[in-house]
């Protein structure tokens, strides 16, 4: 509602917030490396690897 004047408090909120960004970000990073090397998909698209071929129902 009203904006922050006290610099103290403002340098709190700081420390706050940059000590919640560092436990996300060691998170992200614990979670990336229990995962199998490799096997994540970028920007969420699948593989490219081509699917098989079938032949149509005769």
Do not use: C, K
């Amino acid at each position: 509602m009203f904006p922050y004047t006290d610099a103290q408090t403002i340098l709190d909120l700081h420390h706050l917030r940059a000590d919640e960004l560092r436990r996300e970000a060691a998170a992200h990073r614990n979670a990336r490396a229990a995962s199998p090397a490799g096997r994540h998909r970028r920007f969420g698209r699948a593989s490219r690897r081509a699917a098989a071929v079938r032949a149509p129902a005769q």
